[in-house]
């Protein structure tokens, strides 16, 4: 076995452990930080931190609360995921690279390879920005909410509408003898809906 197989094989071995350990430590904390949130009590400005395991629980606010060191701990291991599924791409493309080149025509197997490598530099390049900044702006802009976790007003708590009426869907016209009910009109059917 040369040199260059054994370092790849060992890239693609490191690949899967890191891939593994973020499995177990996601298991293990309840989520990770690319789903998550943080929240700025107000008025105290105490900070709190959330790992989420599905994006419809970050909208219903179920995530689990960790403290700040384990969320940029998950934050760095999610946007190292990406590093490493790259790494073991171009790792099994240079493994592969050989009968790609004998399979096909010797210019177009070649640059069939430096154009997939090129793709896969490219993707990860940019999916690692988006999470960067992505975090960037979580840590900078945490949501501001009040004791009871709801998103903060500026109002005092006992001012703060706890739930919202649903609109109306008549109208109440008072007048001085009596009170009138008007509903929407119904919708006229033509011959084609009768």
Same mark, same amino acid.
């Given at each position: ?15 899967? @452990?890191? +891939?593994?350990?973020?499995?177990? @430590? ?16 107000? /008025? $105290?400005?105490? !900070?709190?931190?959330?790992? !989420? ?17 384990? +969320? ?28 790609? @080149?004998?399979?096909? $025509? ?11 490598? +090129?793709?896969? #530099?490219?993707?990860? !390049? +940019? ?7 992505? #975090? ?14 709801? *998103?903060?007003?500026?109002? *005092? /708590?006992?001012?703060? /509408? ?9 109208? @109440? ?13 119904? *919708? ?7």
């Amino acid at each position: 076995m040369d040199r260059r197989t054994r370092i790849c094989i060992w890239i693609i071995a490191g690949g899967l @452990v890191n +891939f593994l350990l973020f499995t177990l @430590v996601w298991f293990a904390i309840g989520g990770d930080a690319k789903n998550g949130y943080i929240t700025r009590e107000m /008025p $105290s400005g105490q !900070v709190h931190y959330y790992v !989420v395991m599905r994006q419809d629980d970050k909208e219903n606010r179920a995530g689990k609360e960790v403290a700040q060191g384990w +969320f940029i701990y998950s934050a760095v291991h999610s946007m190292s995921i990406w590093v490493t599924c790259a790494a073991v791409l171009l790792a099994m493309l240079t493994l592969a690279k050989e009968h790609i @080149v004998n399979a096909m $025509s010797e210019g177009l197997g070649r640059a069939l390879v430096h154009v997939f490598a +090129f793709v896969v #530099f490219v993707w990860v !390049v +940019f999916v690692s920005m988006n999470f960067m900044l992505d #975090f960037k702006y979580k840590m900078k802009n945490p949501q501001k909410v009040d004791a009871a976790g709801r *998103p903060w007003t500026g109002l *005092p /708590p006992t001012s703060q /509408p706890t739930t919202m009426a649903p609109a109306p869907r008549y109208r @109440v016209i008072a007048s001085a003898s009596q009170l009138q009910l008007k509903l929407p009109a119904a *919708p006229e059917l033509n011959a084609v809906d009768r």
